[in-house]
């Protein structure tokens, strides 16, 4: 007599009991298509793509190689093969970039009905324009870099600079973007800096701008706003924002092409946890702003800003027994 394994019932029980829950998913996908015809999500069904977002992190990392020659490739670069490679990562960041500014542009097109502008032959002439700064940028992050050594006796060389520290990632993903800006690239200028942001806790808006030598000590939690205007030789730690004032709803599109940001001007040091605000706040040539301070209206060049010590409370742990 053949003796029946219980056990293989349950499971074949199981099976089948899991075969009827997955014979309900066409169901579930229906209702969730025919939720989005309601109109109520939002969502991007259309013949033109959009932009890539794991493309444009590849994009920055092509970047990265390119500004900083040989630190971040897998393979020893040498006299013998740099010029070799370099002219690899060109093409392959040209073409790469080229394609995902077409798509930005065509997307902004299509979308919202705006007029034409050769959406392809814009990608190529606009990549094209932005590898033809690399050398200035190259120069801007070479002197960011040399700063950041400067300013910090915890380093102990430019390499770990450049290696490990997030304000550099997050300045140099800024100054790509910020070419992308300010030749009018919608999508991927944001997608890059809030790609910095979601690595490093720096959050730099591309329409900033940021003078040379500019240094982000620490740097979670650092927030500067679209119209933020830095001179050179500016120092700045953890936590700090340079922000906008709170507007109520209804005034919010009157202001977007206005400055609503402050202007730190040369040689200013702002220290960790100092919130600044107000497109009209100006902190004066070579001030230095201490921790904690809020700030709403303008600062005299050479002016210290501090506020009062707050009064400590210490207690023994006897005196916490009482």
């Not at 066409?26 to 309601?38: G, K, N, Q, T, W």
């Not at 020659?69 to 790469?96: H, K, M, S």
């Given at each position: 007599?053949?003796?029946?394994?219980?056990?293989l019932?349950?499971?074949a029980?199981?099976?089948?009991?899991?075969?009827?829950?997955?014979?309900?998913v066409?169901?579930?996908?229906?209702?969730?298509?025919?939720?989005?015809?309601?109109g109520?999500?939002?969502?991007?069904?259309?013949?033109?793509?959009?932009?890539?977002?794991?493309?444009?992190?590849?994009?920055?990392?092509q970047?990265?190689?390119?500004?900083?020659?040989?630190?971040?490739?897998?393979?020893?670069?040498?006299?013998?093969?740099?010029?070799?490679?370099?002219?690899?990562?060109?093409?392959?960041?040209?073409?790469?970039?080229?394609?995902q500014?077409?798509?930005?542009?065509?997307?902004?097109?299509?979308?919202?009905?705006?007029?034409?502008?050769?959406?392809?032959?814009?990608?190529?002439?606009?990549?094209?324009?932005?590898?033809?700064?690399?050398?200035?940028?190259?120069?801007?992050?070479?002197?960011?870099?040399?700063?950041?050594?400067?300013?910090?006796?915890?380093?102990?060389?430019?390499?770990?600079?450049?290696?490990?520290?997030?304000?550099?990632?997050?300045?140099?993903?800024y100054?790509?973007?910020?070419?992308?800006?300010?030749?009018?690239?919608?999508?991927?200028?944001?997608?890059?800096?809030?790609?910095?942001?979601?690595?490093?806790?720096?959050?730099?808006?591309?329409?900033?701008?940021?003078?040379?030598?500019?240094?982000?000590?620490?740097?979670?939690?650092?927030?500067?706003?679209?119209?933020?205007?830095?001179?050179?030789?500016?120092?700045?730690?953890?936590?700090?924002?340079?922000?906008?004032?709170?507007?109520?709803?209804?005034?919010?599109?009157?202001?977007?092409?206005?400055?609503?940001?402050?202007?730190?001007?040369?040689?200013v040091?702002?220290?960790?946890?100092?919130?600044?605000?107000?497109?009209?706040?100006?902190?004066?040539?070579?001030?230095?702003?201490?921790?904690?301070v809020?700030?709403?209206?303008?600062?005299?060049?050479?002016?210290?800003?501090?506020?009062e010590?707050?009064?400590?409370?210490?207690?023994?742990?006897?005196?916490?027994?009482?």
């Open positions: 007599m053949v003796k029946t394994n219980p056990d019932n349950i499971c029980q199981e099976i089948k009991d899991v075969a009827g829950y997955r014979e309900q066409p169901r579930v996908a229906d209702l969730i298509i025919s939720h989005c015809d309601i109520k999500c939002f969502t991007h069904i259309d013949n033109e793509p959009i932009p890539s977002k794991s493309s444009v992190i590849d994009i920055l990392k970047f990265r190689r390119i500004l900083f020659p040989g630190y971040f490739d897998n393979q020893r670069l040498d006299p013998v093969n740099f010029r070799y490679t370099i002219g690899q990562i060109a093409a392959t960041l040209f073409d790469a970039l080229s394609v500014i077409s798509h930005a542009i065509r997307h902004d097109c299509s979308r919202y009905q705006k007029v034409c502008e050769s959406c392809e032959q814009t990608g190529h002439q606009v990549a094209l324009e932005v590898l033809e700064e690399i050398p200035r940028l190259r120069h801007k992050m070479a002197a960011d870099v040399q700063a950041s050594f400067d300013n910090d006796p915890a380093a102990k060389s430019v390499d770990e600079v450049i290696f490990s520290y997030p304000g550099i990632f997050a300045i140099m993903v100054r790509i973007a910020h070419e992308l800006f300010i030749r009018n690239i919608p999508l991927l200028p944001r997608t890059m800096t809030e790609y910095a942001h979601s690595v490093t806790g720096i959050d730099i808006h591309p329409g900033a701008k940021i003078g040379e030598r500019f240094v982000i000590d620490h740097g979670t939690g650092v927030v500067i706003g679209e119209t933020t205007i830095i001179g050179s030789r500016v120092r700045i730690y953890q936590g700090v924002t340079l922000g906008a004032l709170s507007l109520p709803p209804d005034a919010v599109e009157d202001l977007r092409t206005q400055k609503r940001h402050p202007t730190i001007e040369d040689d040091i702002i220290y960790s946890g100092t919130t600044i605000l107000g497109g009209e706040t100006v902190i004066g040539a070579r001030s230095v702003i201490g921790g904690n809020w700030l709403t209206r303008s600062v005299e060049p050479d002016t210290t800003v501090f506020i010590a707050p009064k400590l409370i210490y207690k023994t742990l006897q005196e916490k027994a009482i």
